[in-house]
């Protein structure tokens, strides 16, 4: 399983690469091993405030269907559109071609409450 | 705590995810849903149903017993043949869909593993004729061998010439040497072979099978892929689609009901259904707007006002569509009827279809 170093983790199994004031989101490459088959995406609006924490968009996989939540707070800039015809790019590049959104982040603390590379690996191992 | 089949070691060894499914730890998935089903739908697959349950019953009363607590008719069978059939409560609830085998010295019921105990009780209340009953399921080991080269597969390991053996007829052959029941029946719309035998031979038969599919690409697959393949047919899946709640005549199973047979178990409530008609029906949809109907969801007119239930849906990966089916009130169960299904407060349209949704099963 592969767990990038340049990238910052959540709880809930989101990662996000900050570029100056902007996140990209996506779900790991744990996530998505868990879910497998991805086959749905509902992606929130473009301009849409989202809060750290809160579901943002919808993930289904042939087994069940689970939120996306925002990893930060602040507001959605760009979508993959391409999910809604390729939802399969999660499963098969989740760190690329299967990012999911783009968040102007509100406030740059919330960056720092998230899991390294390292932490996000040890918190998958104890079996979360 | 979940029971383990005797494929328990093969499935950790193949990296299976494991679930507790009724009580038994069984593999979801191996490799991947979707390629499961494909693999099915288009070279061969196993599936362990080893949690499956087997009852014996024997002695001279045996077919009228067995006529009466079921509500398809088992005088119709040859020796060696099979049937699909339910069990009725009184009232016409479903108590279980099942598979009724006629062998050589006994009948074989195959129930729902998650039905073993139940209908072993309800069978014995019912018993008021000369026969004896077996729940032999803890000994038995079960494996489907699903797609359409199977019968090159199974063949391999017998001499019994399984191009004799039409689909639900059975023979009592040894397979890689090992006693068993084996029959052309399955779950998934494709031809295949189920094969039944004492579960101290488990390693043996697996390994077997998967050295003889080998030049075939067989690959175990797991309960979600069975799920998509048996919901592609429209089978039935009980808990989902079927209950002690529906009877199989709302459940669109007419055609295993045969109110012909003067006595069985919930008639009464059967016949005055088809005399008098339906409240309610289980239909067959696909979905207009993108988006999966999953158990639960309600089902909608154009005004908003519910109407039913979905009880079973999915993607179907072979025809990239959604597909589900629901019960709905019976003035909405005609084919390309509209229905709005409620995913999650999006109002989506789908519309009543004729089944199978895949039509190009290999099943014969």
Redesign the interface.
Known sequence: MNFPENIKYTKSHEWIKVEGDVAIEGITDFAQEEL??I??IELPNVGEPVEAGKACG?I?A??A?SDMLAAVSGKIIETNTALTEFPENINQDPYGEGWIIKIKISNPEDVNNLLSAEEYKRFVAEGH | MAKKTPFYDKHIALGG?LVDFVGFTMP??YK???EEVKRIRTTVGVFDVSHMGEIEIKGPDALKFISRITTNDPSALSLNQVQYSAMCYNDGGIVDDLLVYRLKKRYLLVVNASNIDKDFKWIKYNINENVTVNNISDDIAQLAIQGPDAEKVIQKLTDTDLSEIKFYWATESKIANIETVLSRTGYTGEDGFEVYFDKKYADKMWDSIFEAGKEFNIEACGL?ARD?LRLEMYYRLYGNDIDSTTTPIEGDLSWITRLSKTSFNGREVLLKQKVEGLKRKLVPFEMID???P?QGYKIKDKDGNIIGCVTSG??SPMLQKYIGCGYVELEYSNNDSELTIDV?GRLLKAKVVKTPFYKDGTHK
């Open positions: 497998s088959d086959v749905f919808t289904e042939v087994k269907v | 995810h979801t998935q991947g849903i979707i979600g998509i993108k988006g999966i999953r999915n993607l999650r």
